[in-house]
């Protein structure tokens, strides 16, 4: 009996080369570039610090997620952008993205005790803070919600030929979200100007990303979609720089598209309410002693003849700073009742 012939399989299109960004140096930065990296960081952890004991003495309400241990990531990238064009989003643990892009401590402080002189008039606390003035588009506690309206304000840049670049945050827990690759899709068909940044933080709300994600390299979650990934160590502020400077020199130049994974720890539970059993005191610890991103800037500005007496100037400065802006917030006046009825809906298109 004749044999029936092998049906052939029909030959796969060869996937053309796909151009990549070059690997990002370190950034190499002046020795006052360097002290200022260094003091915004500085800012982050203390105003944070501080953050958490008003928190304790109930000075501040409702959830509250603090960003100690990852101040490297936010102010090496957003160092790297133009203020007056390129604009910022993240999800709830958002105090620290608002102090590095300039914005008054005081108000960020009064925001999150509810006062009316808060940069949301006290309605926003501590996820849902805003500057439209700034380009700063919140805070959101939805988890992975901001990453489709980071596409929103890209796909907003692009229509306007402002220029400008949005720079997306997002954790580890929020990359397995479908809406996250939704909005890969439209951002690389449509070429649209944005660097997504995952903030790895190892553990998202409490499990490991080892244990949750099936694929743990995230840099890599674009590939699908031909969106290039990097992986950056987010303890070393000029690591950070150095990744957004070569991201965004490839979204400037109309190619689309970028992530980068910002390998991060944070140091304190995932909110204020999260006492973290899931690891242990000795990995803190162990991070704590050998990567602390404040500790690593010590180090390279030891390298550069900084001496102690500046940092220690440095210090009193920003507890100053901190210390004006928890006065603030707790005499600050809370908002008229009425206000309640404002900002509900929006009243004119």
């Known amino acids: 009996m004749a044999k029936t012939p092998a049906k052939k399989t029909p030959a796969v299109p060869a996937v053309p080369n796909r151009e990549r960004p070059d690997e990002p140096n370190r950034y190499n930065a002046s020795k006052e570039e360097l002290i200022e990296l260094y003091r915004q960081m500085l800012l982050i952890r203390r105003f944070e610090e501080k953050a958490g004991q008003l928190y304790g003495l109930g000075f501040i309400g409702g959830f509250c997620h603090l960003y100690i ?4 990531v936010a102010v090496g990238l957003q160092s ?46 501590s996820m849902h803070m805003f500057s439209t003035e700034r380009k700063f588009y919140g805070g959101h506690g939805i988890v992975g919600a901001q990453v489709s309206l980071g596409t929103g304000l890209a796909f907003a840049h ?47 709300m409490g499990t490991s990303i080892h244990r949750a994600s099936a694929e743990d390299q ?14 950056v160590d987010g303890m070393d502020v000029l690591a950070c720089r150095g990744a957004a400077e070569e991201a965004l020199a490839w979204v400037r130049a109309g190619k689309g598209p970028i992530i980068l994974e910002m390998k991060t720890y944070r140091y304190r539970g995932h909110s204020m309410s999260d006492p973290a059993k899931y690891r242990s005191r000795e990995e803190v610890q162990s ?18 003849n900084v001496k102690e007496e500046e940092l220690k100037a ?34 004119a298109y």
């Open 69 to 72: 241990g990852q101040e490297a």
């Open 80 to 125: 790297a952008l133009d203020g007056e064009k390129d604009s910022v989003i993240t999800g709830y643990r958002d105090h620290g993205h608002m102090l590095a892009y300039g914005i008054d401590p005081k108000v960020i402080m009064a925001e999150l005790t509810g006062r009316a002189a808060g940069i949301s008039r006290g309605k926003g606390g």
């Open 158 to 204: 692009k229509y306007n030929e402002d220029g400008g670049v949005c720079m997306a945050y997002f954790g580890d827990g929020a990359a397995n979200q479908g809406q996250v690759y939704e909005s890969f899709n439209m951002a690389e068909l449509w070429k649209l100007p944005i660097v997504y940044v995952i903030e790895n933080n190892q553990y998202a």
């Open 218 to 231: 995230l840099y890599r979650r674009g590939e699908s979609f031909r969106i290039p990934g990097i992986q």
């Open 287 to 304: 991070v704590r002693e050998k990567s602390d991103p404040i500790e690593h800037a010590k180090r390279d500005l030891d390298a550069l």
């Open 314 to 347: 440095i210090e009193a400065e920003i507890r100053k700073i901190v210390s004006e802006a928890a006065d603030f917030a707790e005499t600050a006046p809370e908002p008229d009742p009425a206000e309640l009825y404002t900002d509900v809906l929006v009243e």
